[in-house]
C-alpha cells in the first residue's frame, strides 16, 4: 500500500506539513488547537525537515509519502542529495535559528555556527542533569507550540530566553550555540525517579524566518529525490519501518 501511495505522489491529496505529519512531537504541538493567530506564525516562522521535500514551511502543502532519513533508495544517498543544499539554506539565514532536529537529520543538513541545537533535559535527585530522549518529541512539540502561541517574533537569543524565563519554561544557555530545555513537571519527575532508557528518534524540526528561497532553492533536489520514489514494478523503495499512516496515509516519522 506505501508503496503505490509513493508511486502516486504527484497526484495525490495534498495537506499542510503542519497537518499532514503527526506523531507525538506533533501531537505536543496540538497542531488541531492551534488558534488562527498562531498557525498564521507558524506559517511564517516553523521549517519542517522532510527527508523527501527538504526543508518545508508548516503551511507548504504536501501529499502523504513514506521516507525517512535512513530510507534506502537505488542509486540515491539522502546524506549525500541534502546535506550542501540544506546546509548552505540554513547558514545564509540571517535571523535567530533554534534548530529541533535530531542527530539524524542534522547530518542531512548540518546546523550552522550561529543556530542553537536544543537538548531536552531533568535534573536527577543529584543534580545531575538527564538528557532525555523518551520524553524529547512532546517536550519540544510542547515548546513550539509556546513560541508560536506567542506570536513574539525573536530577534535575539537573549529576547527568548527573557520571554522563557517570563513563562516558566526552563530553558537555558550551557555553552555555545546549545540550549537546555527543560522536561514538564511530570515527565521530569518520571525521569528523575527511573532514568530515560526508552529511547526514541526525534521528528526534524526547526524554527526558522520563512523565505520563499527554502522551497526554492531546493525546489530541483526534492524532484531528483521524486523521481527515485516514482519507480515502477519490483519496489524501489528499498527500506521503511516507520510509523503507520493518519491523513491519507500520513507518515508520522519522516519531519
Known amino acids: ?21 503527526t506523531g507525538v512531537l506533533y501531537d505536543g504541538i496540538g497542531v488541531a ?44 544517498s539522502l546524506r549525500s542529495l541534502w546535506r550542501g543544499p540544506i546546509g548552505a539554506v540554513l547558514a545564509a539565514e540571517p535571523r535567530l535559528l533554534i534548530d529541533l532536529r535530531s542527530e539524524s537529520y542534522s547530518a542531512l543538513g548540518p546546523t550552522p555556527p550561529a543556530a542553537f541545537t536544543v537538548r531536552v533535559v531533568a535534573e536527577h535527585a543529584s543534580g545531575r542533569r538527564l538528557a532525555l530522549s ?6 519540544k512539540g510542547e ?12 530577534v535575539s537569543i537573549e529576547s527568548l530566553l527573557e520571554w522563557a524565563a517570563d513563562r516558566q519554561i526552563r530553558l537555558e544557555r550551557v555553552a555555545r550555540g546549545e540550549l537546555d530545555l527543560g522536561a514538564g513537571r511530570e515527565r521530569h519527575h518520571d525521569a528523575a525517579e527511573h532514568g530515560d532508557d526508552l529511547g526514541v528518534e526525534l ?12 522551497v526554492a532553492e531546493l525546489a530541483h533536489f526534492g524532484e531528483q529525490a521524486l523521481r527515485r520514489i516514482e519507480v515502477e514494478g519490483g519496489g ?3 527500506e521503511d519501518q516507520h510509523a503507520g499512516p493518519r491523513k491519507e496515509g500520513a507518515s508520522d516519522r519522516d519531519p
Do not use: C, W
Open 1 to 21: 500500500v506505501e508503496i503505490d501511495r509513493n508511486r502516486a505522489i504527484r497526484t495525490a491529496p495534498v495537506l499542510e506539513a503542519l497537518d499532514r505529519y
Open 33 to 76: 488547537s492551534l488558534s488562527p493567530g498562531a498557525r498564521a506564525f507558524a506559517a511564517q516562522h516553523v521549517a519542517i525537515h522532510s527527508a523527501l521535500f527538504g526543508l518545508l514551511r508548516a503551511a507548504d502543502r504536501i501529499p502523504a509519502y513514506r521516507l525517512s532519513h535512513d530510507s534506502r533508495l537505488p542509486g540515491v
Open 134 to 139: 523518551h520524553f524529547n518529541k512532546a517536550a
Open 143 to 154: 515548546f513550539v507550540r509556546a513560541v508560536v502561541e506567542s506570536m513574539i517574533d525573536h
Open 203 to 214: 521528528d526534524a524540526l526547526a524554527l526558522v524566518d520563512d523565505r520563499d528561497a527554502l
Open 236 to 238: 524501489g523503495f528499498v
